[in-house]
């Protein structure tokens, strides 16, 4: 399976890749290594005994491959060429950017690259910290590593920021039900929802939910009644307009 793949690492990361990838490799250990330094920070942890493992993968093929074989989820086969990075548990595997022209429905953007392996590592760190991760919602996951991984701040072409700030321009935020129900609310609203409670209640709360919350309803541990939240979230959001 890892035939052809070398290693390197720091400690605490592992990154595989074959030769051809291994520049992209050596970005990707820097950026996973100082991302775990950025997240203890932020979470309040300790990640320096879980070694983290990311895989490069040098075609459509091998990604799904890895993601079936090391990561354990189900997939199929081919993936989607809007697929193009998956974790679970302390792995996550990324196709390799030098396969994107030919197998992904992206381009090779150098921030963008870094800022997904911070997403990735979100998952990891999240499901590392939850007490029941099976039971988090779509919303508060993406949310949550969309946020952190500051992808909300910049025009890509994965479109996490436009659909917020066109929304926002119209006056037409979706009701709240939505963005907590519908998958393609939660990656471009659910990061809208934790920087507003982080806004408001401050990063511990933002902590202690993560550490805490186990039976998924993330808003229901903050006490407020969900209409009076999906007043005051809508209103804070048109005044960043």
């Not at 030769?19 to 203890?40: G, H, W």
């Not at 996550?92 to 963008?112: G, I, T, W």
């Not at 926002?168 to 939505?178: A, H, K, N, T």
């Not at 808003?219 to 407020?224: C, I, K, N, V």
Request: glycine fraction near 4%.
């Amino acid at each position: 399976m890892l035939e052809g793949y070398a290693r390197i690492e720091q400690p605490g990361s592992e990154i595989y890749s074959t030769k051809t990838d291994r520049p992209f490799a050596e970005k990707a250990l820097v950026e996973l290594s100082c991302a775990r330094k950025e997240f203890e920070a932020y979470l309040s942890t300790t990640l320096s005994s879980y070694p983290i493992r990311l895989f490069l993968a040098h075609n459509r093929a091998a990604f799904d491959g890895l993601v079936a074989d090391v990561l354990k989820v189900s997939i199929e086969r081919p993936s989607s060429p809007r697929r193009i990075a998956q974790s679970q548990r302390m792995d996550m595997v990324l196709l390799s950017p030098a396969a994107y022209s030919s197998e992904s429905a992206y381009v090779y953007v150098p921030d963008d690259f870094e800022r997904m392996i911070c997403h990735e590592l979100v998952h990891v760190v999240q499901e590392l910290l939850s007490p029941n991760i099976e039971k988090s919602p779509l919303w508060w996951d993406e949310g949550l590593a969309v946020y952190l991984s500051n992808q909300w701040a910049y025009k890509s072409q994965f479109r996490f920021r436009e659909p917020v700030l066109e929304a926002v321009q119209d006056r037409r935020i979706p009701p709240l039900v939505e963005v907590l129900s519908q998958p393609a609310f939660a990656y471009t609203f659910g990061w809208t929802l934790v920087q507003f409670i982080e806004k408001n209640l401050g990063r511990n709360t933002i902590v202690q939910l993560v550490k805490s919350v186990s039976d998924g309803n993330v808003l229901g541990a903050l006490d407020p009644c969900e209409q009076e939240f999906e007043k005051d979230w809508k209103a804070w959001l048109l005044k960043r307009s």
